[in-house]
Structures are given as C-alpha cells and as structure tokens.
C-alpha cells in the first residue's frame, strides 16, 4: 500500500516551454502533497505544499507563477513548470501524506521526475 | 546554521563493519525524527522513524537525544546492499509539520 506516482519519470525540453508533472496517490487519499526539488548532490528542497481544493502554499524564494501547483483531487496534485529554463533543470519530486495516516505524519514519495531543459 | 546538519562523508566501509552516522538539528521544538536513504538518482525512502527512547530494526538502530538535538543512526553488519545516502529529517513545529531535511551522509561499502 502507500503507493505514488509520477509522470513523467523524466523529460527533456527546449527552453521557453512548458512542462506538467503529475504526482498520484495510487491506493490512499492525500489531502496535502508536497513538492521537492533536490539538485546534484543537495539536499531535497520543499518547494510548496500542495492542499486538495485550496491555494498551494509557495516556499520563500519559489515563484508562484512559474511553478503552478494545481490539487483537485484527493489523488492528484500536478506542478507545472512554465517557460523552463535551463536552470529550471533539477531532479522534482512529490509526496503525499495519507489523509487517515494519523499522527506520525509520513509522508510516501512518488520515484520523481528528471527534468532537463535544453 | 543550517536547520538540520550532517556529516556529508563519503563513509567508505568493509562488509560487516559498524557505521554510525549522526545529526544535529537547530530547533528545539521539532517534533518527529526519521532517517531515510536515497538511492543515486531516485526517490528517497524511510528507513525509519526515531523515537525518544531509541529504536532498533534488525541491523538499524536509531537514537535520539532532545536535550543535546542530536541523532544517531547505526548500522551494524553493514551489506553492499547499505550503499546509499542516509538522510536525517525532522518535522517543524507548525501545523503543517514540514519535513526539513539534512544533505544527507553517503556511504559505501565495500567487498
């Protein structure tokens, strides 16, 4: 169980486009997923919380406009990454806390996406 | 100071050697503790949660200490299989309890 994924596992894009990233609970309902970003050899960044039916929470220093967080459902949060930029290029990746996972707050990782921007 | 801290390594051991990895963490009212480890480009993955009065996993042991907020992960045994990098997180303090994550250490281990 506790099972997420993302799609795409990676993609390659030339710069000024715009890619969308998909991150599913596969067998639990996530009320709150949450987007990372982590660079070669960093540690993993949160980037926003993600909250099903409400505005994602943007971490200080993340541009809300250029990383659109949309959570309409309780399986599905999707980040989009509007006109990419070679530094845009970075290892992203979701989790997702089970909405009746109680107290302990673990949160189950979907397996990323690599992102290259051209 | 960075929130949560570790020693970045590489740890390079022998098969069946003890390794033992430690964390520091700056805020006094975190409230959980894990270690997870990473494998070279994929997801991390919880290796475990540490509670106050430490806790053991087959070959994993982890401790915690609030007074000195320090963490401690040790592997005893350690296979080929350990290689990857450990990564020390903790939950702040809010409501949205974030995860704050250290850079991690990396180990590898060797034939």
């Known amino acids: 169980g506790a099972v997420v994924s993302q799609h795409p596992s990676w993609v390659i894009c030339k710069s000024g486009t715009s890619v969308k990233i998909e991150c599913r609970s596969l067998?639990?309902?996530?009320?709150?997923m949450f987007w990372y970003r982590q660079f070669p050899k960093q540690s993993l960044m949160l980037m926003a919380t993600?909250?099903?039916?409400?505005?994602?929470?943007?971490e200080q220093g993340v541009e809300k406009d250029k990383f659109l967080i949309n959570h309409a459902s309780l399986t599905l949060s999707t980040l989009t990454v509007t006109s990419a930029h070679p530094e845009d290029s970075s290892f992203y990746i979701c989790?997702?806390?089970?909405?009746?996972?109680?107290?302990?707050?673990?949160?189950?990782f979907g397996p990323g996406t690599r992102l290259t921007v051209l | 100071r960075k929130e949560v801290e570790q020693d970045p390594g590489p740890f390079n051991v022998p098969e069946g050697a003890t390794v033992a990895f430690n964390c520091t963490y700056s805020?006094?009212?975190?409230?959980?503790f894990f270690w997870y480890r990473q494998d070279c480009r994929k997801e991390p993955k919880l290796l475990m949660s540490?509670?106050?009065?430490?806790n053991e996993d087959g070959r994993f042991t982890a401790q915690l200490n609030r007074a000195s907020q320090y963490i401690s992960l040790l592997i005893r045994d350690s296979k080929l299989s350990d290689s990857a990098t450990y990564l020390c997180?903790?939950?702040?303090?809010?409501?949205?309890?974030?995860?704050?994550w250290g850079l991690g250490t990396s180990l590898a281990v060797n034939p």
């Open positions: 067998d639990f309902q996530a009320t709150t």
């Open positions: 805020n006094s009212a975190s409230q959980s």
């Open positions: 997180v903790v939950t702040n303090a809010g409501n949205n309890r974030k995860l704050i």
């Open positions: 993600s909250n099903e039916g409400s505005k994602a929470t943007y």
């Open positions: 989790s997702a806390r089970d909405r009746y996972g109680g107290s302990h707050n673990e949160q189950f």
């Open positions: 540490v509670y106050s009065s430490g």
